[in-house]
């Protein structure tokens, strides 16, 4: 594992590569997962825009492939994982070639207290709602699915 350096007295213990992601981010203050206290207070697992390091399966790659991908999560969905590698390259890894994914480090605060990603979410819905309605209007002709009775 590659030994964590700190830049200068306001920057986190983090690995050389991910220092510049950090910094692309607006040096957000970085935390570290809860695993021991009272459950309420634990705050374990990947986030969004965390820093990870993702060992990739050997033999699923061709010959002098790196097997590490560095960057941050993007997303996950069941059958990959998104990552904002360290040369700015967007990638899907399949999760079938995953051996192993490590945190480097929270970028973000845990879900239930990120309020600008709760607020994301919530205008996400509208969004997706509004074009669900839309589609409907299309295909349909009408707009009185929303109604009851």
Do not use: C
């Amino acid at each position: 594992m590659p030994s964590l350096i700190t830049m200068s007295s306001d920057s986190p213990e983090l690995p050389e590569w991910a220092i510049s992601i950090w910094e692309s981010l607006g040096k957000p203050e970085v935390s570290e997962d809860i695993l021991t206290g009272p459950l309420l207070d634990r705050r374990a697992g990947m986030r969004r825009d965390d820093l990870v390091e993702i060992l990739l399966d050997a033999r699923s790659l061709p010959d002098d492939s790196q097997e590490w991908v560095r960057g941050r999560l993007i997303g996950t969905n069941k059958m990959s994982i998104e990552i904002l590698d360290t040369d700015g390259v967007y990638r899907y890894i399949a999760r079938d070639v995953i051996v192993e994914v490590r945190l480097i480090a929270h970028m973000r605060p845990a879900y239930i207290d990120d309020e600008e990603l709760l607020q994301f979410e919530r205008e996400d819905h509208k969004r997706r709602t509004k074009i669900h309605e839309d589609v409907e209007k299309k295909t349909k002709g009408s707009d009185d699915d929303h109604l009851w009775g």
